[in-house]
């Protein structure tokens, strides 16, 4: 069984990936081979939710972020009727797809019937629209929940040993957190729900037309799974809320079937009615498959709305900062993460207020600065940062000393701004120090044999370079950036091939000695610089970032959020 053979001919894969700001779908045929795409944006295209990005912000609750659940639904519609006219739906065997971790939905008592007997005559959101306790989904972005996480650290005898237990120390945007969030503030919304979903396995939930499993990669972004055991932990599940377990129902493995697609899209879109749907995961996980990472050496950097790190290790070694997952490709191994939240919007943010609003200008000052930015160093929160846990605000230091320097004699100066160039270099910079910093710490490999990257912001080849030099090594991009949706078509095309051989099968399988003529490869963006002037660079990063981390501790003890 090697190679794309194995896969049916002339059989078609759907992924979807329902993230922060858009829906989209990635369709890749049995040679894994990108066959079309598509993509709802939500503020764009259902205007009448009036997100920003997606969201809402509220005003009157500090760090409360939200979504509109049923956006998530009608956005699901709208997108398969834009891939109408590009694929045939009949020829679809699998289905999986990918959702922004931590994301939950609160399905309202009697709505699994309403699921089970949707009438194909009607739309989705018609049918759907009262189906929930709460209109609203708190989502990863949420920083409001600081309270309930101290609760349950405590309940359960701190914060490494819920990591331990868990994969994570408490997170305010983990789902516990924000149900323990809802079962205080709102106990009737919490009384009236009958199954609580992630993003994930509620879009699974609407194919299959039943309440789908959480799977076990995602279920692992929630304080509430047990990371070795993969069952639901009762000591954490009792210090979150009173009759949890029967709300949130079983888990499964990522590469399971959630069960066929649900008679509404055999006869509203004319799938097979033996079309599979493959559970789906959570984006970073789909991301990790998208990107067919499965060398312990490298490392994935994700350039989105979120910036993530991630890799793969064989083993589970939890700590107080960063998080392990179950591999959602490979049933004994686990992936390590750390997550930022100020992304793309805070690197738009400095471009509109320093660039002219234009990433040609951006770069231009990104180009024409010189790597170190004369020792300048910028903290940039336009949202309540997750690593570290500081609060909104900005920072500016000049270190000095820098040529000759050796850790002992930097020394640092806070300013109040620096000009546009100097600008735009601190915030990439910053960026990438913080990750290689926080990267070392939580003993992922340093220096990486290579980084791949992908997301939007990798797209950006004056970015690529800044991250070859502080890291010191190649940087590999893909060739679609929007690797969690490719990964999700890729995940449905293995779980179809782990349900007709009856067991786990490795995924390598699809593509083995076959990599470079499907849709997955990557190729060198930016090489390792391998004169003595880069080594010298690295050097001097190396310096500059552990400045940074010792900068970040003492902002982190005076002004933290922990």
Not at 327 to 333: C, I, R
Not at 401 to 411: H, R
Not at 432 to 458: D, Y
Request: charged fraction near 25%; include cysteine.
């Amino acid at each position: 069984m090697t190679g794309p053979g194995s896969l049916p001919e002339g059989s078609l894969f759907l992924g979807f990936d329902s993230s922060t700001q858009s829906l989209k779908a990635t369709v890749l045929n049995n040679e894994l081979t990108i066959v079309a795409s598509e993509i709802v944006n939500f503020d764009s295209e259902l205007p009448h939710y009036k997100t920003e990005g997606g969201v809402y912000r509220d005003s009157t609750d500090d760090g409360h972020i939200f979504s509109p659940t049923i956006m998530w639904v009608e956005a699901l519609e709208l997108l398969l009727e834009k891939l109408k006219p590009k694929i045939n739906f009949s020829k679809v065997v699998s289905v999986s797809g990918s959702g922004q971790q931590h994301g939950s939905v609160y399905w309202k008592k009697g709505s699994k019937a309403v699921l089970s007997s949707l009438d194909s005559s009607k739309s989705l959101l018609l049918q759907l629209k009262d189906a929930f306790s709460t209109m609203n989904s708190p989502i990863w972005m949420d920083s409001s929940t600081t309270k309930q996480c101290r609760e349950i650290e405590n309940e359960v005898g701190g914060a490494l040993e819920l990591a331990k237990l868990t994969g994570s120390r408490a997170y305010e945007r983990f789902t516990g957190p924000q149900i323990r969030k809802i079962y205080q503030t709102e106990p009737n919304v919490y009384e009236d729900t009958e199954r609580i979903s992630l993003v994930s396995s509620f879009m699974a939930s609407i194919l299959v037309g039943s309440y789908a499993s959480i799977d076990e990669t995602d279920g692992a972004g929630m304080n509430l799974m047990d990371i070795n055991q993969r069952t639901w932990s009762k000591t954490v599940l009792e210090a979150t809320a009173p009759g949890l377990e029967a709300k949130l129902g079983n888990l499964a493995p990522a590469y399971s079937a959630a069960g066929r697609i649900a008679p509404y899209f055999v006869e509203r879109f004319q799938f097979d009615k033996n079309c599979l749907v493959i559970q789906w995961s959570g984006d970073n996980p789909n991301s990790l498959a998208g990107l067919t990472l499965n060398t312990p050496g490298d490392l994935a950097i994700s350039l989105g709305t979120s910036d993530t790190v991630f890799g793969i290790t064989a083993e589970a070694k939890p700590s107080l900062e960063g998080h392990v997952f179950p591999n959602p490709v490979e049933p004994d191994g686990y992936m390590v993460m750390l997550c930022y939240k100020n992304g793309s919007l805070t690197r738009e943010d400095v471009r509109n207020q320093c660039a002219e609003k234009s990433w040609d200008v951006f770069n231009s000052y990104l180009e024409k600065t010189p790597p170190l930015n004369g020792g300048k160093l910028g903290f940039y929160y336009k949202d309540h940062e997750i690593l570290p846990p500081l609060p909104v605000g900005f920072h500016r230091y000049i270190v000095e000393n820098l040529d000759d320097a050796s850790s002992d004699n930097l020394v640092e100066r806070e300013v109040a701004e620096f000009n546009p160039p100097s600008e735009v270099r601190a915030i990439i910079e910053g960026q990438m120090l913080s990750m290689r910093g926080h990267a070392e710490r939580f003993g992922m490999p340093n220096p990486p044999k290579r980084i791949i990257a992908t997301g939007g912001a990798s797209s950006n080849e004056s970015i690529l370079k800044s991250i070859a030099q502080i890291f010191g090594c190649p940087v590999f991009t893909v060739q679609r950036p929007d690797s969690a949706s490719l990964g999700a078509a890729l995940r449905a095309a293995h779980g179809w091939l782990c349900n007709a051989e009856g067991s786990f099968v490795p995924i390598s399988c699809l593509y083995e000695g076959n990599l470079e003529k499907t849709s997955l490869g990557s190729k060198l963006a930016v090489p390792a610089g391998d004169k003595e002037e880069d080594r010298e660079l690295l050097k001097k990063y190396t310096l500059l970032m552990r400045k940074r981390m010792e900068i970040e501790r003492r902002l982190v003890e005076k002004i933290g959020r922990a």
